[in-house]
């Protein structure tokens, strides 16, 4: 059974300040991994999607890597903003067409 | 193009009381999925439409659940009799296709609280 994780659970960080957050997953065999930003009382707003066969992606500030053998993959935010603030969530495609997310990772970017 | 809408945004009942979701996909889309989020867990997969048939139920937690989705168009979300464990948030999502190279977007739930 797929498992994610989500490290830290929380983070808090100044504006500017560039930072990873990290996601695992237990079974590699993934069809593909994407990165979620949820706002209080929003709904989830697609961030990056890679899939199984890339290593990486970027948007902006955003970079996301995947490293399937490893079961693990990271989200890099340069130069942090306070809009960044929000909670970032993981999820992994696996054969069938749900999503196993993460628990998530909350930030806050200090101005 | 409007994004996947949901309704209401967040609903208080009684425990043994019924609940209702009610979820409008993006235009055009055949696929519909109900996740939840329960109080300091993950978000979860309950069910998977195409047009009007179930595709893949698994997640459905038990039998107080009926998703619906008549005509193959928005999708509702039954929970009968509402226990307290059910409280959490509710999320739709919809997408063109099935299959991983069909991404999926949500909507912004449905907060249940059940006292």
């Known amino acids: 059974k797929q498992e994610v994780t989500q490290i830290p659970a929380a983070l808090s960080v100044p504006e500017g300040e560039n930072l990873v957050l990290n996601c695992s997953f237990t079974?590699?065999?993934?069809?593909?991994l994407q990165w979620f930003r949820q706002d209080p009382g929003k709904g989830l707003t697609s961030l990056l999607l890679?899939?199984?066969?890339?290593r990486e992606q970027t948007s902006g500030r955003l970079n996301a890597s995947l490293d399937k053998s490893s079961g693990r993959s990271t989200l890099y935010i340069a130069a942090s903003q306070p809009g960044d603030s929000a909670t970032y969530l993981c999820?992994?495609?696996?054969?069938?067409?749900?999503?196993?997310f993460g628990t998530g990772t909350r930030l806050t970017v200090i101005p | 193009e409007a994004g996947v809408t949901q309704f209401p945004s967040h609903s208080v009942i009684e425990k043994g009381q019924t609940v209702t979701l009610r979820c409008d996909p993006i235009?055009?889309?055949?696929?519909l999925y109900w996740y939840r989020r329960v109080m300091g867990k993950e978000i979860k997969f309950l069910l998977h439409f195409v047009k009007e048939s179930k595709q893949d139920e698994s997640g459905m937690p038990n039998n107080r659940f009926l998703a619906e989705r008549t005509g193959g168009t928005y999708s509702t979300l039954k929970v009968q009799p509402a226990e307290l464990e059910d409280s959490g948030v509710y999320f739709c999502?919809?997408?063109?296709?099935?299959?991983?190279?069909?991404?999926?977007?949500f909507g912004p739930g449905t907060r249940l609280t059940v006292t």
């Open positions: 890679i899939q199984s066969s890339q």
């Open positions: 999820a992994v495609r696996t054969g069938a067409n749900n999503l196993f």
């Open positions: 079974d590699s065999a993934i069809y593909n």
């Open positions: 999502a919809s997408s063109q296709e099935a299959g991983p190279s069909y991404e999926q977007y």
């Open positions: 235009s055009g889309h055949d696929n």
